[in-house]
T-cell receptor
Framework: GENVEQHPSTLSVQEGDSAVIKCTYS??????FPWYKQELGKGPQLIIDIRSNVGEKKDQRIAVTLNKTAKHFSLHITETQPEDSAVYFCAATYSGGGADGLTFGKGTHLIIQP | SAVISQKPSRDICQRGTSLTIQCQVDSQVTMMFWYRQQPGQSLTLIAT?????????ESGFVIDKFPISRPNLTFSTLTVSNMSPEDSSIYLCSVTGLAGVDTQYFGPGTRLTVL
C-alpha cells in the first residue's frame, strides 16, 4: 500500500517569512495529493491540492509543487501570518474515476513566531 | 462546499460499552469515509462507507469492532464496539463528490475518551 513520509515534524518561522513542508510517497500509481490544515479541536480543512498531470499550483500565499519522478511534493507558504499556525498534513491517493481513501503523512506543527 | 456535521462532538464512555457516531451532509455525496486520529497523531482510514452495501475495511479494522451503516447518500454511522481505553481517539467522517470526484472534505470530528 501507499506510504507517505512528511518532514519536518515541527517548523518554527518568523512572521513574514516563508515555510516549506515536504512529503514523499511510495506508490507511483498515486495521482492526487491534497494538503490539509488542522487547528486545535477542528477537523482537517483542505487548503490546496494537486494532481499528477500538473507540476505546480498556486493559490494566493500557498503553493504546492509535485515531482512525479522523485515521488515528492511540497507545500510553500509565503508571507506567513499568525493565523497560519496549525498542524499541516499531506496526503496521497490513487483516484481512478471514483474516490479512494487518503493516506496521510504524520503532520507538521507550524509555529509562526511574532 | 457542503456542511458536514457529526454527533456527538465528544463523549466520555466506560470500557466495554459501545458508541454510535453519526455523520450528516446537507448535500448528496458520492463517497463517505471514516478515519481515526489518535491523540497527537495523523489520520488513519478505517473504512469506506458504501451506500446500500457493506463497508470496505482497511487492514487492521474489522466489522465486528467498527460496524458502519450508510442508508442513503447523505448519512452514515460508525459504531465503536466493546470499547477499551485504546479506542480513545478523534473519529472523523469525510465525503467526496461535492466539488469534484476526488476532493475530500472532513467533518469536525467526534472526540471519544474511554475510561
Amino acid at each position: 500500500g501507499e506510504n507517505v513520509e512528511q518532514h519536518p515534524s515541527t517548523l518554527s518561522v518568523q512572521e513574514g517569512d516563508s515555510a516549506v513542508i515536504k512529503c514523499t510517497y511510495s506508490d507511483s500509481a498515486s495521482n492526487y495529493f491534497p494538503w490539509y490544515k488542522q487547528e486545535l479541536g477542528k477537523g482537517p480543512q483542505l487548503i490546496i491540492d494537486i494532481r499528477s498531470n500538473v507540476g505546480e499550483k498556486k493559490d494566493q500565499r500557498i503553493a504546492v509543487t509535485l515531482n512525479k519522478t522523485a515521488k515528492h511534493f511540497s507545500l510553500h507558504i509565503t508571507e506567513t501570518q499568525p493565523e497560519d499556525s496549525a498542524v499541516y498534513f499531506c496526503a496521497a491517493t490513487y483516484s481512478g474515476g471514483g474516490a479512494d481513501g487518503l493516506t496521510f503523512g504524520k503532520g507538521t506543527h507550524l509555529i509562526i513566531q511574532p | 462546499s457542503a456542511v458536514i456535521s457529526q454527533k456527538p462532538s465528544r463523549d466520555i464512555c466506560q470500557r466495554g460499552t459501545s458508541l454510535t457516531i453519526q455523520c450528516q451532509v446537507d448535500s448528496q455525496v458520492t463517497m463517505m469515509f471514516w478515519y481515526r486520529q489518535q491523540p497527537g497523531q495523523s489520520l488513519t482510514l478505517i473504512a469506506t462507507a458504501n451506500q446500500g452495501s457493506e463497508a470496505t475495511y482497511e487492514s487492521g479494522f474489522v466489522i465486528d469492532k467498527f460496524p458502519i451503516s450508510r442508508p442513503n447518500l447523505t448519512f452514515s454511522t460508525l459504531t465503536v464496539s466493546n470499547m477499551s481505553p485504546e479506542d480513545s481517539s478523534i473519529y472523523l467522517c469525510s465525503v467526496t463528490g461535492l466539488a469534484g470526484v476526488d476532493t475530500q472534505y472532513f467533518g469536525p470530528g467526534t472526540r471519544l475518551t474511554v475510561l
